[in-house]
């Protein structure tokens, strides 16, 4: 699996639409993404993060390790009937990151994550899809991993224009709720703001280097790239407000 690099900046607001102006010309919208009525490519995102009851994951980015890893299960939009969710092993080497996910009905994710059950509830998952499901269910498993955030936040979503394998996304109205369980991924009681008055920049790219565009414009707005998580900041807004 090929690895991208990830870049992330921590931008006010009152930035967004002189930040997106400048971009836009080099991207096009997400093709995968409805327009919003002001043809803005939006949709929500709502991740529950796995750890272990040492919290060992936040520490580790706490600390600062180069080569770790987090799992999620995450949703988008609305819960509908038949929506489906993602279970990934997000995987941090160095500045790289690479993704092991395997999409699956919503209805079934307490029965394969609290119950293990694949086979009978799955027959129509993919070969490498049921492998993902298997390495995520051990790491549940060999780690004791329980649901310890759940972060949501609107996404705006483009590709490179030039290049499809360049993403960038400006992450919005990011909140978060702690010890969540997995059949409220789609709830949005209890949420809190973080970063308030800020949104996430993030651009991901294949090649060695940023693209000279974008790396102009980073300098351009004077923006810093920053190691932020969004599940760590959530999990110490829980840690600062208990």
């Avoid at 080099?26 to 009525?37: H, V």
């Amino acid at each position: 699996m090929k690895l991208r690099h990830e870049k992330k900046y921590l931008v006010p607001t009152e930035c967004l639409d002189q930040l997106r102006a400048r971009l836009i010309p080099f991207l096009r919208p997400d093709l995968y993404t409805s327009l919003d009525p002001l043809g803005i490519p939006e949709y929500k995102v709502r991740s529950i993060y796995f750890d272990s009851h040492t919290n060992s994951s936040f520490f580790e980015k706490v600390e600062g390790l180069k080569d770790r890893k987090k799992l999620r299960v995450r949703g988008y939009g609305l819960q509908e009937k038949g929506s489906q969710v993602v279970l990934e092993i997000k995987r941090k080497i160095s500045d790289r990151v690479m993704k092991n996910r395997a999409f699956i009905p919503y209805s079934e994710v307490e029965n394969v994550i609290l119950k293990g059950l694949i086979d009978k509830n799955l027959t129509e998952v993919n070969k490498e899809s049921r492998e993902n499901i298997v390495r995520f269910l051990f790491n549940i498993k060999r780690y004791n991993l329980k649901p310890e955030n759940l972060i949501v936040y609107n996404r705006e979503a483009y590709h490179g224009k030039f290049d499809s394998g360049i993403r960038v996304t400006f992450d919005k109205n990011i909140r978060q709720k702690s010890s969540p369980v997995l059949r409220n991924l789609f709830s949005d009681f209890g949420l809190n703001p973080i970063w308030k008055g800020y949104f996430i920049l993030e651009i991901k790219y294949f090649d060695s280097t940023m693209p000279s565009w974008a790396k102009s414009i980073i300098e351009e707005f004077k923006l810093k790239n920053e190691a932020l998580s969004k599940y760590a900041t959530g999990v110490e807004y829980s840690l600062e407000n208990f």
